[in-house]
Structures are given as C-alpha cells and as structure tokens.
C-alpha cells in the first residue's frame, strides 16, 4: 500500500469512526432522551436539533467519510491488487450511512418539521421509524470503519 493510501485509508477509518460515534450516541442516548419528554417537547427539541445540524462542521464530518471512500474506492477500482476490504468499506459507508440518511433519515426529519407539538401520534411514530434507520447507519458505519482498519 502506497503512503498517500495509507494515509487516506487511515483518514477514513478515522471519519467513518467519528461518524458511527455519532449515530450510536444519537441510538443510544439523544433520541432515547427525547422519548422520555412529553411529546410536544420532544418533538421541539428534535425540530431544534434538525436545524441546528446542517452546519460546515457537521456536513464535513459526515460528507468527509464519503469522499474519503470514494476517493479510495476509485484507487481499489485502478488497482486491484489492494485489499478488497477498501471498497467493502467505501461501499458500506456510501450506502448504509449516506444513502439511509438520503432516503429515510432525512424525509422523516422533513415529514416532522412540518408537525406541530400536538401530533403525537406522528412523534410516536418517528421516534421508532428514525432509530431503526439511525441503527443501520451506525452498523453500516463501524463497520465500514472495520474494514479500512483491517485493510491497513
């Protein structure tokens, strides 16, 4: 492995690393919190959290990974004779994190934002359908993650 993919590839596992940090505090410990507030607050706070997200520093640190794998993938795709486990690991970022969040993530924090706090059936809903999802892209990332360490 040349030094530019090492450092590469190490750079994606970091990201991807950070990434599924993210989306496993926000399984294990955000959206739990919320659960446990009336369901007009929680669903405030989640509106809150939705717009607070797009920011530079967010987008770069779950966009970074992607590109990352991308760049990556295309060095595994020009020279086979590296580790499988590189695009393994650019594909299972690509589409079981951004992917996800693309398709189901996103449109569901949509879907919420054009809720007032009285729709609790739809928060109730939420709460169990962005999860599930939110799980995938924590999964898809460590092991993503796994890969390019294994790879290095």
């Not at 607050?41 to 509106?47: N, V």
Request: proline share 6%; hydrophobic share 55%.
């Amino acid at each position: 492995m040349s030094d530019l993919l090492h450092a590469l590839t190490f750079a994606a596992a970091l990201n991807t690393g950070v990434a599924a940090g993210l989306f496993f505090a926000f399984s294990t410990g955000v959206m739990p919190g919320l659960a446990l507030l009336p369901p007009g607050e929680g669903g405030d706070a989640m509106r809150a959290i939705n717009r607070a997200v797009p920011n530079p520093v967010f987008m770069l640190g779950f966009l970074g990974p992607a590109l990352l794998g991308l760049v990556v993938g295309v060095w595994w795709l020009a020279d086979r004779n590296e580790s499988p486990l590189l695009i393994t690991g650019a594909l299972l970022y690509l589409a079981g994190a951004v992917a996800v969040t693309g398709r189901f993530n996103i449109p569901r924090n949509d879907a919420l934002a054009k809720t007032g706090p009285d729709d609790e059936a739809y928060w109730n809903r939420y709460l169990v359908e962005w999860t599930r999802w939110n799980h995938v892209r924590f999964f898809a990332s460590l092991a993503s993650a796994g890969c390019y360490v294994a790879a290095l």
